[in-house]
């Protein structure tokens, strides 16, 4: 019989498409990676799961988004196939199907990604384009940098200017874009680096191609479910810091540059240590996905009002 919802997973894709719809996009648990797309509508506290018929090759730990017309997503891997993925994936809002994008006659003799996972790709929207950045390939973590423009299909790659300072290569970090008045910016955060975790943060000027460090975080983390909320504050959900599996929420107020923490009882109904959740937001409300725990993957909902959400970081959202 098949499942009215998705089977618990992580390393999946949560993304809004209207004040009350989210679409999940593949993901994995220890036995199985998925391919399949769920709908998931939400209301007034209640929510509801409808699957979709349209697929992609089953993987985790890919990245992307979008907007209320099309979401894209990058990369990701098949871990019991043996298999690691850069092509780009669309999600068609109005029709609600997946298709595979053909980038590959406008790059004939460029640069391309290398297939990977745990990367970030992230949507600027004042421009069509992406960026992605990090990750891992089959050979290791990666530092590179693409913009991929989604209305012509190229990729270009950024590489440091002359004794500019560049993030080191790293995987499950934590990447948004935001707007700073008009002037785009990827704000960068943690992630494991030669196997330790980091509490780097970066902001990169897109237009500019230049990095610059933040002050530190007041946490080493890695592999933790993060969105942006109104253009300004980036919530972080469980994760790592390398030695437990966490379980707190976290705020960046990427303008001030100050952090907040709150312990989950003010949020959610379990408190238990999760990495690699998804978290999607709307402008009524923040939705908690799934993630892994250290005996087995979830496949809860959690709605978090942005009021709640206020409230408990004491913050006017």
């Known amino acids: 019989m098949e499942s ?34 769920w709908l998931l509508q939400v209301d007034a506290g209640n929510y509801k799961w409808v699957r979709l018929n349209t697929s992609i090759p089953p993987r985790s730990g890919h990245a992307g988004g979008g907007d209320t017309a099309r979401l894209y997503l ?9 298999k690691l993925y850069n092509d780009v994936v669309v999600f068609d809002c ?19 990604p290398v297939p990977r996972n ?10 069509k384009r992406f960026v992605l950045f990090g990750g891992a390939s089959s050979v290791g973590e990666l530092n590179d ?14 590489t440091a200017k002359k004794d500019q300072e560049w993030p080191s290569a790293r995987e499950m970090h934590v990447a948004h874009v ?5 002037d785009p910016r990827l704000i960068l955060i943690g992630g494991r680096i030669n196997g330790g975790i980091s509490s780097e943060v970066w902001e990169y000027e897109i237009n500019g191609n230049i990095w610059s460090r933040k002050k530190v975080a007041p946490i080493t983390i890695a592999a933790c479910g993060s969105a942006l909320v109104k253009n300004r504050y980036v919530i972080l959900y469980g994760g790592t810091d390398g030695v437990e599996f ?6 960046y107020d990427v303008v001030e540059d100050k952090w907040k923490s709150v312990g989950p009882e003010k949020l959610i109904k379990d408190s238990s240590g999760k990495i690699t959740s998804c978290l999607g937001v709307t402008e009524k409300c923040l939705v908690v996905y799934g993630g892994c725990g250290v005996e087995k993957e979830f496949g809860d909902v959690q709605l978090i009002p942005l009021e709640t959400l206020s409230k408990a970081f004491e913050i006017a959202f």
């Open 145 to 158: 940098l693409f913009i991929y423009n989604i209305e012509t299909k190229e990729w270009s790659r950024r």
């Open 4 to 37: 009215k919802e998705p089977l618990p997973r992580a390393q999946s894709m949560l993304s809004s498409i209207s004040s009350d719809k989210f679409i999940l996009i593949a993901g994995a648990n220890r036995t199985e990676h998925f391919g399949d797309a």
């Open 118 to 127: 745990s990367h970030t790709f992230c949507y600027d929207s004042s421009a």
């Open 178 to 182: 935001y707007l700073q008045g008009t």
């Open 74 to 82: 990058f990369g990701g891997q098949n871990a019991h196939a043996e």
């Open 94 to 112: 109005a029709s609600l199907s997946l298709s595979q994008e053909n980038y590959e006659s406008a790059n004939v003799g460029k640069e391309i």
């Open 246 to 251: 966490l379980n707190k929420f976290w705020v």
